[in-house]
């Protein structure tokens, strides 16, 4: 089973995908069906009724416009998520939240030193776990105060990675 979290104008919805070919969302399941049309417009039946859907993607991001009406949103896995709460977030205005380890790693690389201006999705440093590379990126702004580990080093779930002011 696939499961994603799509956020749109600020309202998460859980998406799954199940091995036989149905759709749940937030646990209940979608009848419908999609039907490509070209390279980003689709017809979507939902029970009775049939829309034309468009569909931009960069990323994470995306955008889709159904009936004349644009919506924006954001396509993450849980993975994605886990990672992004651990990797600094924007608290209340002017707090910087510190970078942690999302989970037991090996440090590979660190992409920023003391100093560094930093902006969201700035690329921090990658962590390598069961075999898998983790770029952590940053989730708000301001200048990397310290970095507290260097390529090589093993690290444990939580542990203080970047300070950032």
């Given at each position: ?14 998406i ?17 069906s ?16 049939s ?32 990672l992004?709460r ?15 380890a999302?989970?037991?790693?090996l ?34 702004s ?24």
């Open positions: 089973m696939s499961r994603t979290v799509v956020t749109v104008d600020g309202v998460e919805f859980e799954e995908l199940t091995p036989e070919g149905s759709i749940l969302v937030g646990g209940s399941e979608l009848e419908g999609v039907t490509p049309l070209d390279e980003s417009s689709f017809s979507v039946m939902i029970g009775s009724r829309s034309r859907v468009t569909l931009h993607h960069d990323g994470e991001s995306f955008t889709v416009g159904i009936g004349g009406r644009t919506f924006s949103g954001l396509v993450e896995s849980p993975r994605v998520r886990l992004k651990y990797s600094g977030t924007s608290g209340a205005s002017g707090t910087r939240q510190p970078v942690k999302p989970m037991p790693a440090v590979v690389r660190v992409h920023v030193a003391p100093g560094d201006r930093i902006e969201p999705g700035s690329r921090l440093l990658v962590l390598e776990a069961m075999k898998m590379e983790n770029e952590i990126k940053s989730n708000q301001g200048v990397v105060k310290s970095v507290h580990v260097k390529g090589g080093q093993a690290v444990e779930k939580g542990q203080l990675l970047i300070s950032v002011e």
